[in-house]
């Protein structure tokens, strides 16, 4: 089950389309055998429901930040708590829209794959700390909703207060740049990945997350050094090993240093096996 999971998420993140939701929902998939096949249709055709809630003739913004806000948080509860960080399933789109708590990502998922079958303009925005989501034209009249809040819609200066909150420093516009789903998608891995890092017992969860992630079309090189590291925390001392020769061959044309490094530490973990 799990390998053909990972060949389908592998192909949907190819498309020259990626679709959010099918991603977000292949994850939970990962996750748990169970949200697979019927759940996974459950779900799809949940967020086809609720967009057609929606009224139609929404043309502004606002009417549609008032609309989602009335269907997804007033009428069904979606909403976020502190307690939410706390739990995987905020993290599982098919739990999400069971539960109708999440984390902002999740909650996020929701407007955006709500929203777009509705008609809507709309846009993921990972703003430091906190994803949002914005209606309209980035580039002109639009309004920012937190969906975490149940789709309260933010003035200015609610965005620089949030901002602020998770960095300290002013607002910039770049920060507003509309995320794309596959960036999306690796926020979500991310999140449960730093989720599941304090304890030892999830070091599976950890694996898994980062072998999605390494099955994106992008991400950062280093994440197959973290994988390896993984592996040698695991158990696979051999696994673990012959991923940091492959990673040093990768960067020692630019980093010897590093490199070196690498191949000293793989050294160290076929040692263990004596």
């Known amino acids: ?20 939701a099918e991603l977000c929902l292949l994850v939970g998939a990962e996750a748990d055998p169970a949200l697979d096949g019927a759940a996974l249709d459950a779900a799809q055709i949940e967020l086809d429901r609720l967009a057609g809630l929606l009224p139609h003739g929404l043309a502004e913004p606002m009417e549609w930040a008032a609309a989602l806000h009335r269907v997804l948080g007033a009428g069904h509860g979606f909403h976020g708590t502190p307690a939410d960080y706390q739990r995987l399933e905020s993290s599982l789109l098919q739990q999400v829209l069971v539960r109708r708590r999440g984390l902002p990502i999740l909650l996020s998922v929701v407007w955006i794959e709500v929203a777009r079958r509705a008609g809507a303009h709309v846009y993921g925005v990972g703003l430091p700390g906190h994803f949002v989501v914005g209606l309209g034209d980035p580039d002109g009249s639009h ?6 809040d149940g789709g ?13 909150g998770a960095t300290g420093a002013a607002l910039t516009p770049a920060m507003l740049t509309p995320a794309d789903p596959l960036d999306t998608v690796q926020r979500v ?8 890092a304090p304890r030892p017992e999830l070091r599976p969860v950890q694996l898994w997350t980062l072998e999605l992630t390494l099955l994106m079309p992008r991400h950062p090189a280093k994440l197959r050094y973290e ?48």
């Not at 390998?3 to 192909?11: D, G, I, K, P, Q």
């Not at 309260?152 to 609610?158: G, P, T, V, Y």
């Open 143 to 148: 309004v920012l909703v937190d969906p975490f």
């Open 189 to 196: 891995l991310n999140n449960i990945r730093a989720w599941a």
């Open 227 to 274: 994988r390896a590291r993984l592996l040698v925390d695991m158990g696979d001392f051999l696994g673990g090993a012959a991923e940091m020769d492959e990673y040093a061959e990768i960067i020692g044309a630019f980093d010897p240093e590093t490199a070196r490094a690498m191949r000293a530490e793989a050294r160290s973990a076929r040692a263990r096996l004596n």
């Open 1 to 20: 089950m799990s390998a053909s999971v990972r060949e389908r998420f592998a192909a949907a993140a190819r498309e020259e389309r990626p679709d959010l």
């Open 152 to 164: 309260r819609a933010l003035s200015a200066a609610d965005t620089e207060l949030i901002v602020a």
